[in-house]
């Protein structure tokens, strides 16, 4: 962590966590010859990967973002249709409906862990509803019960968003074998990366089958350069998947170290947390985050008066999400008080899984001092 070109000690936010064992499959996966997306490394790491979530099927494709829109397309969502989804996420999730041709509909989050929130989804189900799209956001797994419940009664499907939350728990389970499609990203900040990346697990058989049709050119896998459909190319390299591979023989540590650095904050800020300066993302009983960041909120102070202080005393910060509001060409109708105010007031500390305790307490002096003191 300490940078050549400067004499402080400089804090990334998440760094990836690159081994001997990954440079050992990726240098024999570009030995071999097989760069592209054919190569035994790619259905090495669906199989591994989907076995790891308790997935029957695993299509790996190029990203996190493509993973989202060719689930929603496989389930069918076009023009006309609605997908509901959270009213705080990372902007692919909203963008990918509207790839689809679709409409994204807001929900506003839970206030405590900021996942969607069950009660206010009944009221935004229309005639025209497809999928409700769930975002366990940073690492904090969704009320899937709740969320699948609904999606039954109504008839819907569900999509989890799981780009952040790689091994995180709902009721003792993995995310990832909860809805129809599960969708995760291996970019580079993710928990486990494979530089860009990402995986659709489902364990529907005719699903999984038709993700593999329509992120291969759409060309039938039994008559080469047949095109029954007009697909894409959103395929996942052996290259790439050879760092998959290597990441996820580790991703238990990782879910464990970044629960364990969320925890030295939670211990270091305890005095801010008693007196309800600051809030860490509550994590609920029946669920085990991947704690994917180390999100917090701030009583009385804006993400945006610390940021530029603490980053000059080497403390790289992320604002929250902001909420759909915020953007006017994805018309978010209607009230969404808790994704609105927590993009006021939250803020994410250094997160890198290589991060020590003593970076920790370091970190959270410099932060005290700063929220306390103002420098
Ligand atoms: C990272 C992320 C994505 C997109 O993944 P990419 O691999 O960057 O395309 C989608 N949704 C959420 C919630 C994310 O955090």
Redesign the pocket.
Known sequence: MFRKDSKKEVYPIAEPVIGKKEIAYVMDAVKSGWVSSAGPYVKEFEEKFSTFCNATYGVSVS??????HLALMALGVGSGDEVIVPAS??V??WNTVIHCGATPVFVDVESGYWGMDPAKIEEKITPKTKVIMP?H?YGHPCDMDAIVSLAKKHNLFVVE?A??AHGAMYQGKRVGSLSDVA?F???GN?IMTTG???MCLTSDAKLAEKMNLLKNHGMDPNKKYWHPVVGYNYRLTNLQAALGVAQLEQVETFVEKKRQIVAWYKEELRDLVTEGRVIFQEEKSWATSACWMAALLLKDATYDSLKDALRERGVQTRPFFYPATAFPYYHAVGDFPVAEDISKRGIILPSSINLTKTSVKKICQIFKEVLLHGK
């Not at 990203?63 to 989202?68: E, F, H, I, S, Y």
């Open positions: 990203n996190g973002t493509v993973a989202l996420t990372f692919a999730t975002v956001l968003d780009a952040e969708c990203s291996f970019f993710k860009e990346g990402g």
